[in-house]
């Protein structure tokens, strides 16, 4: 009789655990869902259209790989608030070589990935060589890279960029979805298989855990810190080139307001999917969480208070992550 009693105990207990965990993991994108839905029935005409949905998926996808950039190096405990500055800086090299210099595209992009890797060098080089804090080291690369950025593009937006690069980014599409959504689905899923099933993407998971405790254990921290800083400049270039595709001209100070998103994606998308971890797919439903949200409540208000939207989402969003840093998810 007893072991009876226990056995359906321990069945409760486990049947509250796997709720708790699938509540956990799927939560935000219930929420995400319901939300969707509740849009859909208020403005059936504008917002339940697929052009709007289109237009979600294609809009944010730049934040995505940003955001994207953003994790890898959180990964590995570093921070990376250089990254926003990075896609303005290859924009705008991408704008200069292609239209001022006649450099062609393929040249011009090549050169402005380059120039990411290099960013990303010269703050590994700064974090690991001089043992200053991330933050610290790319708040300051960052202001550089924007003066540099002002100064090359002398504080103007340059137009004219070849229109094979908006072609191949936001004008030819997928099911009625631009290119661009595809390349960010591509590039969190090559993030999720390095994390997940390769041996360096592992060790950075376990240098991001416990930095010294990797070191002790033979793992070359600094080494694979380095690398993610390095990444993570290429996906802010990455993120620069496909907004020149998406304007067909690079703005000297776009970049700005990518950073907080992004850093909120990031930290939110860390209690969906993969809770407790950094992760490409919690992250890139966060930034869709947040732009459906943004852009729901653009249909709903007024226009006169269109500009306060995002402060409405950005409140319950700031609270999501505060529950799942406290584990008031996982009971």
């Known amino acids: 009789m007893s072991a009876s009693l226990k056995t359906g105990v321990t069945v409760r207990r486990g049947t509250g655990i796997t709720l708790v965990h699938w509540a956990e993991r799927y939560g935000l994108i219930v929420v995400w869902a319901a939300m969707f839905a509740v849009f859909c029935a208020l403005r059936p005409s504008t917002f339940a259209t697929w052009a709007n949905f289109s237009t979600i998926l294609g809009s944010q996808a730049v934040l995505v790989v940003v955001a994207l950039g953003v994790i890898v190096s959180l990964t590995a405990n570093d921070f990376d608030l250089s990254i926003a500055n990075t896609l303005t800086l290859s924009s705008v090299i991408v704008a200069i070589l292609n239209v001022n210099v006649g450099l062609p595209l393929g040249v011009a992009v090549a050169m402005a990935l380059a120039a990411g890797a290099v960013i990303g060098f010269i703050n590994g080089f700064f974090i690991i060589i001089f043992r200053i804090h991330s933050l610290i080291v790319t708040l300051g ?37 631009p290119y661009i959504f595809y390349y960010a689905i591509l590039l969190a899923a090559i993030v999720w298989y390095v994390f997940e099933f390769t041996a360096v993407g592992r060790r950075v998971l376990f240098v991001g855990r416990g930095r010294e405790v990797a070191r002790l254990s033979g793992i070359h921290t600094d080494r694979l810190r380095w690398m993610c800083l390095v990444c993570s400049g290429v996906f802010g270039s990455l993120a620069g080139i496909l907004y020149a595709g998406t304007q067909g001209a690079a703005d000297p100070v776009s970049g700005d307001s990518y950073l907080l998103p992004a850093l909120a994606a990031a930290f939110l998308g860390s209690t969906s999917i993969l809770p407790g971890r950094f992760n490409p797919w919690g992250t890139t439903i966060a930034v869709y969480f947040l732009v459906t949200g943004i852009t729901g409540l653009i249909f709903l208000v007024p226009m006169p208070y269109h500009s306060h939207a995002e402060g409405v989402v950005w409140l319950p969003e700031q609270a999501m992550v505060r529950a799942g840093a406290n584990g008031y998810f996982s009971g």
């Open 141 to 177: 690369v960052g202001t550089a890279i924007h003066g540099i950025g002002l100064w090359i593009s002398d504080s103007q937006t340059v137009s004219g960029i070849n229109p094979v690069l908006s072609n191949y980014v936001i004008v030819h599409r997928l099911f009625g979805i």
